[in-house]
Protein backbone atom coordinates (compact mmCIF):
# COMPACT_ATOMS: atom_id res chain seq x y z
CA UNK A 1 0.00 0.00 0.00
CA UNK A 2 2.73 2.61 0.56
CA UNK A 3 4.14 1.46 -2.63
CA UNK A 4 1.48 2.08 -4.25
CA UNK A 5 1.06 5.78 -2.79
CA UNK A 6 4.17 6.71 -3.50
CA UNK A 7 3.64 5.99 -6.71
CA UNK A 8 0.20 7.37 -7.06
CA UNK A 9 2.66 10.88 -6.29
CA UNK A 10 4.97 10.31 -8.44
CA UNK A 11 2.50 9.84 -11.87
CA UNK A 12 0.43 12.83 -10.31
CA UNK A 13 3.94 15.03 -10.30
CA UNK A 14 5.11 13.50 -13.83
CA UNK A 15 1.61 14.73 -14.70
CA UNK A 16 2.00 18.13 -13.55
CA UNK A 17 5.28 18.16 -15.81
CA UNK A 18 3.57 17.19 -18.55
CA UNK A 19 0.76 19.61 -18.62
CA UNK A 20 3.42 22.60 -17.61
CA UNK A 21 5.04 21.78 -20.75
CA UNK A 22 2.24 21.48 -22.43
CA UNK A 23 0.69 24.52 -21.35
CA UNK A 24 4.59 26.76 -22.11
CA UNK A 25 4.61 24.89 -25.72
CA UNK A 26 3.16 27.78 -27.79
CA UNK A 27 5.45 30.39 -26.19
CA UNK A 28 8.61 27.94 -27.03
CA UNK A 29 7.75 27.36 -30.46
CA UNK A 30 6.92 31.20 -30.79
CA UNK A 31 10.38 31.93 -29.46
CA UNK A 32 12.32 29.35 -31.88
CA UNK A 33 10.27 31.07 -34.71
CA UNK A 34 11.37 33.97 -33.70
CA UNK A 35 15.02 33.27 -33.31
CA UNK A 36 14.76 31.68 -37.08
CA UNK A 37 13.72 34.57 -38.17
CA UNK A 38 16.39 36.76 -36.57
CA UNK A 39 19.03 34.20 -37.55
CA UNK A 40 17.87 34.38 -41.44
CA UNK A 41 18.07 37.94 -41.54
CA UNK A 42 21.86 37.99 -40.62
CA UNK A 43 22.35 35.21 -43.44
CA UNK A 44 24.62 36.03 -46.26
CA UNK A 45 22.48 33.70 -48.74
CA UNK A 46 19.10 35.46 -48.06
CA UNK A 47 19.56 37.08 -51.60
CA UNK A 48 17.16 34.57 -53.46
CA UNK A 49 19.69 35.33 -56.22
CA UNK A 50 23.46 35.53 -57.96
CA UNK A 51 24.34 39.20 -57.05
CA UNK A 52 26.36 40.37 -59.74
CA UNK A 53 29.31 42.72 -58.69
CA UNK A 54 31.73 44.75 -61.05
CA UNK A 55 35.17 45.25 -59.91
CA UNK A 56 36.30 48.93 -62.14
CA UNK A 57 39.29 49.76 -62.30
CA UNK A 58 42.81 49.68 -63.45
CA UNK A 59 46.50 47.20 -63.24
CA UNK A 60 45.13 46.77 -59.42
CA UNK A 61 42.15 45.54 -60.48
CA UNK A 62 42.95 43.47 -63.44
CA UNK A 63 46.10 41.97 -61.64
CA UNK A 64 48.89 42.84 -63.71
CA UNK A 65 51.46 40.08 -63.45
CA UNK A 66 49.42 37.40 -61.88
CA UNK A 67 47.67 34.70 -62.91
CA UNK A 68 43.71 35.53 -63.20
CA UNK A 69 42.89 33.33 -60.25
CA UNK A 70 45.04 35.61 -58.61
CA UNK A 71 43.71 39.08 -59.63
CA UNK A 72 41.80 40.95 -56.79
CA UNK A 73 37.93 40.13 -58.58
CA UNK A 74 38.92 36.37 -58.65
CA UNK A 75 40.27 36.15 -54.47
CA UNK A 76 37.20 38.55 -53.87
CA UNK A 77 34.73 36.29 -55.59
CA UNK A 78 36.42 33.02 -53.86
CA UNK A 79 36.51 34.92 -50.14
CA UNK A 80 32.80 35.83 -50.68
CA UNK A 81 31.32 32.54 -52.03
CA UNK A 82 33.31 31.03 -48.91
CA UNK A 83 31.15 33.00 -46.33
CA UNK A 84 28.11 31.92 -48.00
CA UNK A 85 27.32 34.91 -50.76
CA UNK A 86 26.23 33.71 -53.89
CA UNK A 87 27.71 36.38 -56.06
CA UNK A 88 30.18 36.61 -59.11
CA UNK A 89 32.71 39.44 -59.29
CA UNK A 90 33.46 40.34 -63.03
CA UNK A 91 36.85 41.71 -63.72
CA UNK A 92 36.67 45.09 -65.32
CA UNK A 93 39.92 45.93 -64.61
CA UNK A 94 42.62 47.89 -67.41
CA UNK A 95 46.09 48.26 -67.23
CA UNK A 96 47.19 51.40 -67.72
CA UNK A 97 43.61 52.95 -67.37
CA UNK A 98 42.94 56.42 -65.99
CA UNK A 99 39.29 57.72 -64.66
CA UNK A 100 38.44 59.55 -68.00
CA UNK A 101 39.92 56.03 -69.49
CA UNK A 102 37.20 54.25 -67.29
CA UNK A 103 34.07 57.22 -68.01
CA UNK A 104 34.58 56.40 -72.01
CA UNK A 105 34.53 52.31 -71.52
CA UNK A 106 32.02 52.77 -68.21
CA UNK A 107 28.61 51.79 -70.40
CA UNK A 108 30.26 48.22 -71.45
CA UNK A 109 32.38 47.71 -68.56
CA UNK A 110 29.17 47.83 -66.59
CA UNK A 111 26.44 45.67 -68.07
CA UNK A 112 22.82 45.53 -67.99
CA UNK A 113 22.38 43.80 -64.67
CA UNK A 114 24.98 44.85 -62.61
CA UNK A 115 23.99 45.27 -58.84
CA UNK A 116 27.13 46.81 -57.70
CA UNK A 117 30.56 48.69 -58.38
CA UNK A 118 33.91 48.16 -56.86
CA UNK A 119 35.13 51.38 -58.18
CA UNK A 120 39.20 51.68 -58.16
CA UNK A 121 40.69 54.56 -60.59
CA UNK A 122 42.50 57.31 -59.58
CA UNK A 123 46.04 55.71 -59.50
CA UNK A 124 47.21 56.81 -62.69
CA UNK A 125 45.77 59.93 -62.77
CA UNK A 126 48.07 60.25 -59.80
CA UNK A 127 51.52 59.03 -61.25
CA UNK A 128 50.65 61.24 -64.12
CA UNK A 129 50.74 64.09 -62.12
CA UNK A 130 47.29 65.35 -63.33
CA UNK A 131 44.91 68.06 -61.86
CA UNK A 132 43.33 65.98 -58.35
CA UNK A 133 40.52 68.25 -59.31
CA UNK A 134 39.75 66.64 -63.25
CA UNK A 135 40.07 63.51 -61.64
CA UNK A 136 37.36 64.23 -59.03
CA UNK A 137 34.86 65.33 -61.65
CA UNK A 138 35.67 62.18 -63.94
CA UNK A 139 34.78 59.89 -60.81
CA UNK A 140 31.90 62.29 -60.16
CA UNK A 141 30.56 61.74 -63.80
CA UNK A 142 31.19 58.07 -62.66
CA UNK A 143 28.93 57.50 -59.67
CA UNK A 144 26.48 59.38 -61.05
CA UNK A 145 25.92 57.55 -64.44
CA UNK A 146 26.15 54.61 -61.86
CA UNK A 147 23.54 55.94 -59.32
CA UNK A 148 21.03 56.87 -62.54
CA UNK A 149 21.13 53.17 -62.94
CA UNK A 150 20.61 52.31 -59.57
CA UNK A 151 23.93 50.34 -59.00
CA UNK A 152 25.14 50.46 -55.51
CA UNK A 153 29.08 51.76 -55.58
CA UNK A 154 31.23 51.09 -53.08
CA UNK A 155 34.32 53.77 -53.54
CA UNK A 156 37.94 52.44 -53.18
CA UNK A 157 40.58 55.33 -52.67
CA UNK A 158 44.04 55.86 -53.00
CA UNK A 159 46.56 57.75 -52.15
CA UNK A 160 49.31 60.07 -53.51
CA UNK A 161 52.88 59.26 -53.48
CA UNK A 162 54.59 60.95 -51.05
CA UNK A 163 57.29 62.61 -53.96
CA UNK A 164 54.35 64.48 -55.34
CA UNK A 165 54.50 67.01 -52.50
CA UNK A 166 52.30 67.79 -49.69
CA UNK A 167 49.56 69.93 -51.19
CA UNK A 168 49.10 67.78 -54.80
CA UNK A 169 49.27 64.90 -51.57
CA UNK A 170 46.03 66.34 -49.33
CA UNK A 171 44.17 67.37 -52.71
CA UNK A 172 44.72 63.66 -54.14
CA UNK A 173 43.78 61.77 -51.06
CA UNK A 174 40.54 64.33 -50.31
CA UNK A 175 39.06 63.46 -52.97
CA UNK A 176 38.01 60.13 -52.52
CA UNK A 177 36.38 60.77 -49.06
CA UNK A 178 34.55 64.22 -50.31
CA UNK A 179 33.34 61.97 -53.25
CA UNK A 180 31.60 59.08 -50.92
CA UNK A 181 30.46 62.37 -48.38
CA UNK A 182 29.08 64.04 -51.12
CA UNK A 183 27.29 60.79 -52.74
CA UNK A 184 26.45 59.04 -49.23
CA UNK A 185 28.71 56.16 -50.07
CA UNK A 186 30.62 53.31 -48.50
CA UNK A 187 34.64 54.62 -48.88
CA UNK A 188 37.48 51.92 -48.28
CA UNK A 189 39.77 54.39 -47.71
CA UNK A 190 43.23 52.82 -49.54
CA UNK A 191 42.93 50.11 -51.34
CA UNK A 192 46.54 49.37 -50.58
CA UNK A 193 46.15 49.22 -47.27
CA UNK A 194 49.08 47.19 -45.60
CA UNK A 195 50.54 45.87 -48.60
CA UNK A 196 51.86 49.50 -49.83
CA UNK A 197 55.58 49.79 -49.36
CA UNK A 198 56.30 45.87 -48.56
CA UNK A 199 59.05 44.67 -50.79
CA UNK A 200 57.55 40.67 -49.64
CA UNK A 201 54.19 41.68 -50.70
CA UNK A 202 54.79 43.76 -53.47
CA UNK A 203 56.15 42.32 -57.80
CA UNK A 204 59.66 43.72 -58.71
CA UNK A 205 57.92 47.17 -59.71
CA UNK A 206 57.48 47.59 -56.33
CA UNK A 207 53.68 49.06 -56.89
CA UNK A 208 51.57 45.48 -58.13
CA UNK A 209 50.83 43.53 -55.35
CA UNK A 210 51.94 39.75 -55.75
CA UNK A 211 49.43 37.18 -55.22
CA UNK A 212 49.81 37.57 -51.15
CA UNK A 213 49.57 41.05 -51.13
CA UNK A 214 45.88 40.63 -53.12
CA UNK A 215 45.16 38.14 -50.78
CA UNK A 216 46.09 40.65 -47.74
CA UNK A 217 43.44 43.28 -49.85
CA UNK A 218 41.14 41.05 -50.10
CA UNK A 219 40.85 39.99 -46.34
CA UNK A 220 41.09 43.95 -45.61
CA UNK A 221 38.41 45.21 -47.76
CA UNK A 222 36.11 42.39 -47.40
CA UNK A 223 34.08 43.35 -44.35
CA UNK A 224 33.15 46.51 -46.67
CA UNK A 225 32.41 44.57 -49.42
CA UNK A 226 29.63 42.50 -47.53
CA UNK A 227 28.00 45.48 -46.28
CA UNK A 228 27.97 46.69 -50.10
CA UNK A 229 26.38 43.46 -51.13
CA UNK A 230 24.15 43.61 -47.54
CA UNK A 231 22.65 47.11 -49.26
CA UNK A 232 21.41 45.46 -52.11
CA UNK A 233 17.81 44.82 -52.35
CA UNK A 234 16.29 41.31 -53.31
Known amino acids: MPFRLRASTCAKAQYG ?31 ARTLHVVALGDSLTAGLGLPQDQSFPSVLQKALRAKGWDVEIANAGVSGD ?46 TKLSDRHIKVLIAGMRANPTLGADYG ?20 FFLDGVAGDPKLNQPDGMHPTGKGVEIIVARILPSVETLLQSISP
Open 98 to 143: TAADGLARLDWSVPDGTDAVILELGANDMLRGQDPAGTRKTLDRIV
Open 170 to 189: RAFDGLYPDLAMTYKLPLYP
Open 17 to 47: HRAAFLQALPAIIAFLCALSVGLMAFAPSAS
